[in-house]
Structure formats: C-alpha cells, structure tokens
C-alpha cells in the first residue's frame, strides 16, 4: 500500500495550492448550474475520507466488514459546509488525507483481501476500497480542473467557474 499513499500525498500536494488560491466568492456558486458549489465538493471529499477511515481501519480488524453506505446529499445537507469557512475546510480536507495516506501505508498485507461490503453494494476487498477511494477523489478533482481548462479553451476564462 506505500505506493497507493504516495500517490495520495501527491495529488492532495498538487491541488492544495490550487483550492487555496480560489477566490473566496467562487468557492461559493455552484461548479455546474445546479451542482455542488467548490466548499460542497470539499464537504463531500471529507465525508469520502472519515467514512473510509472507518471502513479501512475496521476491515483490518474485523474477518469481514458490513458498513453502512452514506447518502451523499443529505450529508452535505446536514453538515452545510456551504456556510463554513473555506480554508477550515481545505486544512481539514488536506490534512485528513495526509493522515489516511499515513493510515494507507501501514494497512497490513495480510488483511488486504478482508472482504467488505457497503451499504447494498457487492462485496469488495480492502484492497479495493482503498484504491477505490483515490479514484473518487481524483475523479472530483479532475471534475473541477478540467471544467476550467475547456472553459478557458472557448475563451471564457473570466466565466464564473473559471477559478479552480
Ligand atoms: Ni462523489
């Protein structure tokens, strides 16, 4: 799993600068018309972090894992990371995953192969999940960024999600 927390530590290195130089008004609107706003993505990003923290650290522990899914919008709903400050939230975001590539690396062989099953989902690995998480992160990310690249490709670059 080193490598799996290597490459955690480097994306969260890559977009941290990024997040932080977002202009605190775009942090604000929605990313697409009706979506998430930035501080959403970011609430959504934590809530991806502590439920796998659980999930890995109970699977190593456990023979099998029974955890429970997560309903993604009445999480950001009831944490309303909408009304929270926007550093709070890309410290914790940042430092969280710091700590889960901590967490990663020392996840034992052995328990790797643990089988998990979350929510009415089929049964995975540990090995899985944890891959499985970088992939969601990355993928909220790569969401963000490549929006303003396009954006800036049609000369938008001053459009209101052209700040990520
Ligand atoms: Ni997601």
Redesign the pocket.
């Known amino acids: 799993m080193k490598e799996l927390s290597q490459k955690l530590l480097g994306v969260i290195g890559e977009a941290e600068p990024r997040l932080r130089k977002t202009n605190s008004a775009e942090t604000m609107k929605p990313v697409l018309a009706g979506g998430w706003s930035r501080k959403q993505v970011i609430g ?1 990003l934590i809530d ?1 972090a502590s439920n796998n923290h659980q999930r890995f650290v109970r699977a190593a522990l456990q023979e099998s894992l029974d955890f429970p899914g997560y309903e ?1 919008d009445g999480c950001v709903r009831v944490q309303a990371p909408q009304e929270a400050d926007w550093e709070l939230l890309v410290s914790l975001w940042a430092a969280y995953n710091r700590y889960l590539a901590h967490v990663i690396a020392h996840l034992p062989e052995s328990k790797l192969g643990t089988p998990c099953r979350i929510g009415t989902g089929e049964e995975v690995t540990l090995d899985f999940l944890a891959k499985d998480y970088l992939r ?1 992160l990355v ?2 990310l790569r969401h963000l960024r490549h929006l303003v690249h396009h954006l800036r490709q049609i000369g938008a670059a001053d459009a209101e999600y052209a700040s990520a």
């Open positions: 959504h991806s993604q969601h993928h909220h």
